[in-house]
């Protein structure tokens, strides 16, 4: 089925180094947001898209977090210059329609940072 | 600040036994309360609650909602190991459909 993908599902960065993480949310889905899930914590919002818009980029924990989604599809999160309280599971959700409690998650990004 | 505040953290059962999970919230703007289950990876939703009292059921798992007490409970009757998780619980505002998670529960259900 087509739900929403994450790649890569697993990368290591060393520390310093800058990443990129991709979001395919499902075909025509207007919402998406990015979660970030440290290790026995509930995930925690970072940012929301609507279509291209960046809505709501409260969550995002410093500015070395960048994210963008240039035709309303696909979504990369940017991290630079990583830290390691970066590691962490990223989590990508889309949902139909605009601020719709429907979200449907991807399978995440676990980020390692050495 | 909103928050949502999940009890217990980790649970560990055995196959058969009544669970119950806990959650309770303090929100500003509240719209719904929602809880996922978390396998390996992707969220995957169960129930959305709205209002106060109505319990949403689904095969052995249910859930009702308490605005007055601001909180939710989680059942599972007749736990198998499939059901052994992360149960989240979550709040979701509307403003901009960004959820508001609590922590998880940890649920382990030994055959």
């Known amino acids: 089925g087509a739900g929403v993908s994450q790649s890569p599902r697993y990368k290591v960065a060393k520390r310093g180094q800058d990443v990129a993480l991709r979001c395919d949310p499902i075909s025509g889905h207007v919402s998406l947001f990015w979660y970030q899930q440290a290790l026995g914590q509930g995930p925690e919002f970072l940012t929301y898209?609507?279509?291209?818009?960046?809505?709501?980029k409260s969550g995002l924990p410093s500015d070395r977090f960048f994210a963008e989604r240039p035709e309303g599809s696909v979504s990369t999160l940017k991290i630079q210059r990583t830290q390691q309280e970066d590691s962490a599971v990223y989590l990508c959700a889309s949902s139909l329609e605009r601020s719709s409690y429907e979200q449907y998650f991807g399978p995440g990004t676990r980020l390692t940072v050495t | 600040e909103d928050k949502v505040v999940q009890s217990p953290l980790s649970l560990v059962v055995h196959e058969g036994d009544t669970v119950t999970l806990n959650c309770s919230y303090e929100?500003?703007?509240?719209?719904?309360l929602l809880w996922y289950k978390q396998e390996k990876k992707a969220p995957t939703f169960l129930f959305m609650l709205t209002s106060s009292g109505i319990e949403k059921k689904s095969g052995r798992l249910s859930s009702i909602l308490d605005k007055k007490e601001l909180s939710s409970i989680l059942n599972i009757t007749a736990t198998q190991t499939g059901d052994s998780a992360i149960y989240l619980c979550a709040q979701y505002s509307g403003n901009t459909g960004k959820l508001i998670f609590g922590q998880g529960t940890t649920l382990q259900v030994k055959p």
């Open positions: 929100v500003t703007n509240f719209r719904s």
């Open positions: 898209f609507q279509n291209e818009a960046q809505l709501d």
